[in-house]
C-alpha cells in the first residue's frame, strides 16, 4: 500500500500563533497526502524568557484549542494525519508536546521525553509512555528534536509496531540529519523529521535554526531533504509496509536478534 507523506519546513514568528497558521496554510494550499509533519512548536516558536510566556501560549489538555482547530481544519483540507508541535498545560505543569489530528478527532499527544537545553527550565519532562498509533492502517509513532540523540526512543518506538516516526523539530545542532539515517537502519522504520527556518534572538539566547527537513527510509536512504533557510514543503510516495520486514540479509533480524540480558 503506497501513501504520501511530507514535511512542512517553516519560518515561525515567536509568539504570533495567527501568522504562523497562515504560512503553514499557504504552503499547504492544494495538498493532499496521507500524512504531514509539522516542526516543535510551530504556532508560538521557541525561544522563551519568562514563564509567563509559557502561560499565555500553552494550550490546556482534553480541550480544544486553536492550534487543534487549526490542525483539524488542514487535515480536513488536505486528507492528512497531522503531527506537530505544541505547549501542552496540564493542571501546573508545561509540556513541549505534539498532537496527532486526524479530520476532526485528536487521535494522540506525546510529551518530550529529553528535553534540550533551557526547555529543561520551561517545561515538565515527559511522564507519558511512548506510543504506537495506528491510523488508517497506518502505525506511526511520534518523537520531537533531541529525543533523536537517545537511540532508545526509536528503537523503542519499532519496537512497538511503528512504521514511520513523525519527528517535530526545532535543531540548532547540525548533527540530527545525518544521525537519523543509522536511526531508520537500525530499526528499518522510515522518520519524517519536520525543523523550521529562521532564527530567534530573545533574551541572553541566540538560536539559528539549521532547516533541512528530511524525510528518511527503512533502509537509510535520504528520500527528501529540505533546504536549510526557507520554508518548503515536500511530498514522497512510500509503502510503509516495507518497514515490517526487520531482516537485512537470509540470516539477520534487527529485532529478532537483539539480547537484551546483555544490555544495560
Not at 486553536?66 to 480536513?76: A, H, Q, V, Y
Request: overall charge neutral.
Amino acid at each position: 500500500m503506497n501513501i504520501k507523506i511530507g514535511y512542512v519546513q517553516s519560518s515561525p514568528q515567536f509568539g504570533e500563533k495567527e501568522r504562523n497558521f497562515e504560512e503553514i496554510a499557504g504552503l499547504l494550499n492544494g495538498i493532499k497526502a496521507n500524512l504531514i509533519v509539522l516542526p516543535e512548536l510551530f504556532a508560538t516558536g521557541y525561544t522563551f524568557t519568562s514563564i509567563k510566556e509559557i502561560e499565555l501560549l500553552a494550550e490546556e489538555r482534553g480541550k480544544a484549542g486553536p492550534t487543534f482547530d487549526f490542525l483539524k481544519d488542514i487535515s480536513m483540507q488536505t486528507g492528512a494525519i497531522i503531527v506537530a508541535g505544541f505547549i501542552e498545560k496540564d493542571n501546573k505543569n508545561y509540556y513541549n508536546a505534539s498532537m496527532m489530528v486526524y479530520q476532526d478527532k485528536l487521535t494522540g499527544i506525546y510529551r518530550k521525553i529529553q528535553l534540550f537545553n533551557k526547555e529543561k527550565i520551561w517545561f515538565t519532562p515527559g511522564n507519558k509512555p511512548l506510543e504506537n498509533y495506528n491510523v488508517n492502517g497506518i502505525n506511526i509513532g511520534m518523537m520531537i528534536c533531541f529525543d533523536w540523540i537517545f537511540p532508545e526512543v526509536c528503537r523503542s518506538l519499532a519496537l512497538k509496531g511503528a512504521q514511520i516516526i513523525a519527528h517535530p523539530s526545532n535543531l540548532v545542532m547540525p548533527y540530527c540529519q545525518k544521525a537519523m539515517v543509522t536511526r531508520c537502519i537500525e530499526n528499518r522504520v522510515f522518520a519524517v523529521t519536520a525543523n523550521r527556518t529562521g532564527e530567534e534572538k530573545r533574551g541572553s539566547d541566540h538560536f539559528v535554526f539549521t532547516g533541512g527537513s528530511q524525510i528518511t527510509s527503512f533502509d537509510g536512504e535520504v528520500l527528501s531533504s529540505a533546504p536549510p533557510d526557507k520554508s518548503f514543503v515536500d511530498f514522497i510516495e512510500i509503502n510503509p509496509d516495507r518497514s515490517d520486514n526487520k531482516k537485512i540479509n537470509e540470516f539477520n533480524d534487527l529485532i529478532k536478534d537483539r539480547r537484551p540480558e546483555f544490555y544495560f
